[in-house]
T-cell receptor, first 111, second 112 residues
Framework: NAGVTQTPKFQVLKTGQSMTLQCAQDMNHEYMSWYRQDPGMGLRLIHYSVGAGITDQGEVPNGYNVSRSTTEDFPLRLLSAAPSQTSVYFC??????????FGSGTRLTVV | GQQLNQSPQSMFIQEGEDVSMNCTSSSIFNTWLWYKQDPGEGPVLLIALYKAGELTSNGRLTAQFGITRKDSFLNISASIPSDVGIYFCAGQLAGSARQLTFGSGTQLTVLP
């Protein structure tokens, strides 16, 4: 049982490039979320999904897109990377009741 | 957005000491959660609280859901070196589609 799998673990982008952060869970969880973690600021919600085909914006959605075509996958797309998007990104999933299970993160640097 | 005020920001304690940290908010939460994050890893759920006044233990950890539903605390008894890490509180607001609001974390260092 792999839980929540995020790829890649590390990425360096140039300003203006686009990329997709992958997230997959094998627990048949309905709820999935993307967070970014910056020093001293805890985790902030970017986008979330309450089921396949349903997504919504969180606290800091600008510059990011998501889609949820299957229950298992919830990719996060950076449209045009900016240095302000340098951060650690976490994907998480939940069955609804109780807490979320987190992936091990993607460390992104935009130069 | 909603804010959780978590304190203290950091703690340095001797091995064997007890630790207490807490979170407060101006909003009412339906669920309080406590997570621990080790370096280079994602947060791991320690304790989940679902009812006002609830007191729950997980080994040496004890957490309580405040009676006003606006606060929670986490206690760690008899700390050991592997307790080192960042502890986060998180809450779920009513009508939030079960999304979490996180505190800014407490960095715990345990000295031998």
């Amino acid at each position: 049982n792999a839980g929540v799998t995020q790829t890649p673990k590390f990425q360096v982008l140039k300003t203006g490039q686009s990329m997709t952060l992958q997230c997959a869970q094998d627990m048949n969880h309905e709820y999935m979320s993307w967070y970014r973690q910056d020093p001293g600021m805890g985790l902030r919600l970017i986008h979330y999904s309450v089921g396949a085909g349903i997504t919504d914006q969180g606290e800091v959605p600008n510059g990011y897109n998501v889609s949820r075509s299957t229950t298992e996958d919830f990719p996060l797309r950076l449209l045009s990377a900016a240095p302000s998007q340098t951060s650690v990104y976490f994907c998480a999933s939940s069955r609804g009741e109780g807490g979320y299970t987190f992936g091990s993160g993607t460390r992104l640097t935009v130069v | 957005g909603q804010q959780l005020n978590q304190s203290p920001q950091s703690m340095f304690i001797q091995e064997g000491e007890d630790v207490s940290m807490n979170c407060t908010s101006s909003s009412i939460f339906n669920t309080w959660l406590w997570y621990k994050q080790d370096p280079g890893e994602g947060p791991v759920l320690l304790i989940a609280l679902y009812k006002a006044g609830e007191l729950t233990s997980n080994g040496r950890l004890t957490a309580q859901f405040g009676i006003t539903r606006k606060d929670s605390f986490l206690n760690i008894s008899a700390s050991i070196p592997s307790d080192v890490g960042i502890y986060f509180c998180a809450g779920q607001l009513a009508g939030s589609a079960r999304q979490l609001t996180f505190g800014s974390g407490t960095q715990l260092t345990v000295l031998p």
